[in-house]
């Protein structure tokens, strides 16, 4: 049974693009939106997700059922705002039950003007998706018509093909870190505040790269290292962003990539990406660390991958990194240069931390250290 507080409820409505629909409560904000649909397995950490910018234009349904109980709290986000376009969910608390400087979970979506649907059999539609595949939908909660609510969903843009992260990079460099640390530029693609800790935790000076940065931009600060932050969209459309990491390659820096940043690093080498029948959302991903034989439990967000077909063609790059539960690739590193990315995210906020040596792989490669095993402690 819903937890929705004791105030009259809202009528909401879900439909995807196959015409499947859903009936519920309307919870956050009043409105329309669209987005593509996509489902997250993680038992907790719901705050850090909605704050993800790789969410950035998705109706999130959340495949635990209980969301809410423990509210929001200001040092628990990825960014300054809630970045799912709406959210789906089966019980949804309106009460925060938490010590600390916490509020309701309404409050924090109704506040950044975000729309949800709760009392939906999210079992149900998480394995119609899993079926059909990834595709767009809509949430109202506004009384639309569904003859309106389909004209505004038809129009919908495709996930395929869209450019998502110059909606969510910052607009101006900024530096974090000590003075003295070991400079690392950080290309804002839809940068997680936790990459940005995972660095500076480690002594690092990071100044953060807005995506339109050019390669000059990023050399003229003269850094000891780069990182490829993760972020929204089709890395496919992402070309200007792809040429200037491919001259960065070329100067022979240390580079690290997370999520769309290793999809643009894989194009910078001409290897090819390819949209995900299903994407991985999650904090209990399986990988296995191909250079130790070990394996570890991932955070992961992403809805493209890279071909393995053009990763066998290539020369010069090796896979690192496998995903255990479909095969799909999840790291690569190339041959002779300190340059590696994995697909999933090794800052992994709220958790698992298994992947964290992968930071602690990067900053000793800014001090010209060889990791021969891939960390993995």
Not at 121 to 130: C, E, G, Q, S
Request: glycine residues 12%.
């Amino acid at each position: 049974m819903s937890e929705i507080a004791n105030t009259p409820a809202r009528g909401a409505v879900l439909i995807l693009a196959d015409g499947t629909r859903f009936e519920g409560v309307a919870v956050g904000a009043t409105g329309t939106v669209t987005g593509e649909i996509a489902f997250n397995t993680g038992m907790y950490g719901y705050q850090e997700i909605f704050t993800d910018p790789s969410y950035h234009g998705q109706i999130l349904v959340m495949a635990t059922d209980h969301i809410g109980n423990y509210g929001a709290h200001k040092a628990e986000r990825e960014s300054q705002k809630v970045q799912i376009a709406g959210l789906v969910a089966k019980n949804f608390s309106t009460v925060a039950s938490r010590a600390g400087d916490v509020e309701p979970l309404e409050d924090f979506l109704k506040r950044d003007e975000i729309p949800g649907i709760a009392n939906v059999d999210t079992r149900a539609l998480v394995r119609h998706i899993r079926e059909a595949g990834a595709m767009n939908a809509i949430i109202s909660t506004d009384g639309s018509s569904d003859e309106d609510l389909m004209a505004r969903l038809t129009a919908a843009p495709s996930m395929e093909g869209l450019e998502l992260s110059s909606k969510v990079t910052c607009n101006a460099p900024h530096e974090h870190g000590v003075e003295d640390g070991g400079k690392v530029a950080l290309l804002d693609l839809g940068v997680k505040e936790s990459i940005v800790t995972c660095l500076t935790d480690r002594g690092c000076r990071v100044r953060v790269f807005p995506m339109s940065a050019t390669a000059d931009d990023i050399l003229a600060w003269s850094p000891a290292g780069v990182m490829l932050s993760n972020g929204p969209g089709d890395p496919a459309a992402m070309g200007d962003v792809v040429s200037q990491v491919r001259r960065l390659v070329d100067t022979g820096l240390p580079m690290f990539g997370i999520c769309l940043g290793h999809q643009v690093l894989a194009l910078s080498q001409g290897l090819k990406t390819k949209k995900m029948f299903n994407g991985h959302r999650g904090v209990n991903h399986p990988v296995k660390n191909l250079v130790t034989g070990k394996s570890e439990i991932t955070s992961q967000n992403h809805g493209f991958v890279v071909d393995r077909d053009s990763l066998n063609e290539a020369t010069g790059i090796e896979e690192t990194h496998v995903h255990l539960n479909d095969g799909s690739v999840a790291g690569i590193r190339l041959t002779g240069k300190p340059v590696f990315s994995v697909q999933y995210h090794p800052e992994a906020s709220a958790g698992p931390h298994d992947s964290r040596y992968l930071f602690d792989d990067f900053v000793a490669s800014l001090q010209g250290e060889v990791v021969v095993d891939g960390g993995n402690k």
